[in-house]
């Protein structure tokens, strides 16, 4: 599996430090969370924080846009340095929209389902997706319990990405990834890993992130 460490649980303080501390622990790529105050209960970082992120590391980013009506900034994000935008379905009524946006862009499209969403609502969305994006947490927050019941949503997936041959389009999880729960994704074919806490709170990021990608 791929690790992408989520930049929410970075000092900002010490941005720098930890972009470049991130680029020494081998962290596949960052994700990068964006919240608007209105699709989640919470308000993280913007186009600034995005700019800086882009001057100060050359990791493939991976932009998590959890704010209502995202077709308004794909763009900007993109031209901040976005390799894959990640948009919710709950939060747009123009997700076709949004993906030919991102694409035409130069960027990948994701999608990612809060937990309660099903699988069936973006089914016909994912042949023309590189990235879905299963929410383990309710989103705003880090540091919270990886939910069980989404493993259910990962096996459905799973059978439908192979039934349809779809080879390229990869599966991400965030939110609750620790050694253990990295080990249930690990059983369903994920293939890349967000983990804020688990690594900004770890001693050694290189042991941590090693860790999970072999779990
Ligand atoms: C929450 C974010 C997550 C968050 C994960 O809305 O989407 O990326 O940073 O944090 P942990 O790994 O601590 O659950
Ligand atoms: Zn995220």
Known sequence: MLVAPSILSADFGQLKRDLEELKDAEADLLHIDIMDGHFVPNISLGIPVMQAINNYSDLPKDVHLMINKPESFIKEFIGLGADYVTIHPEATSQLEHCIDLIRSNGAKPGIALNPETELDVVLPYLHRIDLLLFMT???????????????????????????????????????????????????????????????????????????????
Do not use: W
């Not at 779809?166 to 369903?188: H, M, P, Q, R």
């Not at 688990?198 to 779990?215: A, E, G, M, Q, Y």
């Open 137 to 215: 947490i309710n989103p705003g927050f880090g540091g919270q319990k990886f939910i069980d019941s989404v493993v259910d949503k990962m096996i459905k997936a799973n059978s439908y990405r192979e039934k349809h041959g779809l080879n390229n389009l990869l599966f991400e999880v965030d939110g609750g990834i620790n050694e253990e729960t990295a080990k249930v994704c690990s059983e369903n074919n994920i293939d890349i890993l967000v983990s804020g806490s688990t690594i900004f709170n770890s001693k050694n990021k290189k042991s941590t992130i090693r860790n999970l990608r072999n779990v």
